[in-house]
């Protein structure tokens, strides 16, 4: 999620290379996210190729950003401790 919130998309093939998954793996990930709204899946041909590009929905911004909060909060408690 961290990849495609700071990018407006991200092709199949950039997310599997930045994260060295393998296409099954990869594509199981991505499965779970579009249950949950929280990506959506764009398919189209460039020229006679097929590509495919995922995009954060605001669903998904906003789940993020809420763990994100929460990781923040569990840190500065440690801290604390």
Do not use: C, W
Not at 15 to 40: P, R
Not at 49 to 73: N, V
Request: hydrophobic letters at 35%; zero cysteines; a positive charge.
């Amino acid at each position: 999620m961290s990849i495609l919130v700071v990018n407006e998309q991200v092709e199949f093939k950039q997310l599997k290379e930045i994260l060295s998954l393998t296409d099954g793996n990869l594509a199981s990930h991505i499965k779970a996210l579009e249950k949950t709204d929280y990506i959506v899946t764009n398919k189209e041909f460039v020229g006679r190729k097929p590509r495919t590009t995922y995009q954060a929905t605001k669903k998904g911004r906003d789940a993020f950003r809420k763990h994100i909060e929460a990781l923040e909060t569990l840190i500065k408690q440690q801290g604390d401790l």
